[in-house]
């Protein structure tokens, strides 16, 4: 018998409510995400600094000491292949020491992995004794080639010298100190081609007279891997504007004849923001001037080395704007970052308790002592304005 025409339109709207909800429980995401991760963690409105909420270690897997796993010698041992890197000169011996004492004290003489130290002319015999006694991990010397440091061929020197005039009028940090064109011109991209390095992965930057607060438990290096992280960054701030006139312009040509190189999920807006400071902007032709602060780098090389990179670097390298203006490292590898990387693989340390003069990074974290949490600079308070985490923390997240 034929059921009343009511019931079988119940029957059948409760069957298609069944249906769509299997669907809508089969959409679901396979795992919910933690605060602070992918896109929960964006800050779009900043009322105080994140560092003065209470952190702790970055997401699992963390590798460990357990046993002789990171005993210096152990020819088994659970280092990857990487290391820790410093260009130094011989005259900030007691610096350095102070920056390396400060990283085996935290972190390094849990993990032992080597440090690699680089300088333009060759090592005294007394920062080698006294670095070498400054840890148990295997420490190596090398030269930077010639080929690498020396101004390039196409450099005109004269142009050099009225550049310098003009932006040292300008008030640009160490435009006329040839040795400081040279430095960051290397840092950019020819680190990564010294022969030493040739068959490591993964590199830690260290400078002189930098200071690290925070215990950290476990292999950094491995954690790069594990979670497929390209590059870690620590402090981000605001370039002086005067000092990379060009470089967004040379950019933007170079990414007209390569478009292919732009990735998908890309941080061009942090790179382009005018809103925060729109002065900045300006003057630097569309660069919002954002930069990770580079003296404290954990990167994976095999970025610096792709295609996309070297013909970058290249590209800026024929136009002179390391020695014409003074394009420095940070920003090169910044742009280089926010263009050809996925902006996931970027990684702040947040829990990297770190000094270089005059910025901080202070988590809010039992494992440091020595700074003062969520403390940004202790030098005058117009610093503060030159922090720009709040631009990457807004596009980019906090992961
Ligand atoms: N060997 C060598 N290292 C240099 C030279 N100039 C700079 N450096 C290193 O490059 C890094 C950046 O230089 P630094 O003076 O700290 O610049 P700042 O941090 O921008 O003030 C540091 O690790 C220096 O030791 C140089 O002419 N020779
Ligand atoms: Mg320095």
Known sequence: MALPKGIRILAAATLCIFFYMVVQIFKAPESLEAPGSGKLGKLDKWTKDPQLDPSGEPPEPLRRVEGDNYEPNNPNSARINATILSLVRNEELDDLLQSMNDLER???????????????????????????????????????????????????????????????????????????????????????????????????????????????????????????????????????????????????????????????????????????????NKLAHGYSTCHFWSNFEIGDMAFWRSQAYQDYFDHLDRAGGFFYERWGDAPVHSIALGL??????????????????????????????????????????????????????KYAGMD
């Not at 490591?200 to 260290?206: A, C, E, K, L, M």
């Not at 005059?358 to 039992?366: L, V």
């Not at 117009?382 to 720009?388: I, K, M, P, S, T």
Request: aromatic share 18%; proline share 7%.
């Open 106 to 280: 935290t972190w390094n003489h849990k993990f032992n992995y080597p440090w690699t130290f680089f300088n333009d002319v060759p090592f005294t015999e007394e920062f080698k004794k006294r670095t070498r006694a400054a840890t148990k991990a295997a420490v190596h010397y090398e030269i930077v080639p010639k080929e690498h440091w020396d101004v390039p061929s196409w450099i005109n020197m004269d142009l050099f010298g009225e550049s310098v005039s003009v932006l040292t009028e300008q008030k640009v940090q160490y435009m006329p100190k040839l040795s400081y064109h040279q430095m960051c011109r290397w840092n950019s991209g020819l680190f990564v081609k010294h022969p030493a390095l040739a068959h490591t992965q993964y590199y830690w930057r260290v400078e002189p007279k930098v200071h690290f607060f925070c215990d950290v438990d476990y292999d950094v290096f491995r954690w790069m891997q594990d979670h497929n992280k390209t590059y870690g960054f620590n402090i981000n701030i605001y370039d002086s504007p005067e000092s990379v006139t060009t470089l967004w312009p040379e950019t933007r040509k170079f990414m007209a004849d390569h478009p292919e190189y732009l990735k998908e999920n890309n941080a061009i807006e942090w790179l382009q923001d005018k809103e925060r400071r729109p002065g900045h």
């Open 340 to 393: 050809f990387e996925d902006k996931s693989k970027i990684h702040w340390f947040r829990d990297i308790g770190y000094q270089h003069i005059p910025f901080f990074n202070c988590p809010n974290s039992p494992k440091c002592k020595g700074c003062v949490t969520g403390r940004f600079t202790d030098g005058e308070a117009w610093l503060n304005q030159e922090d720009c985490r709040p631009l990457w923390f």
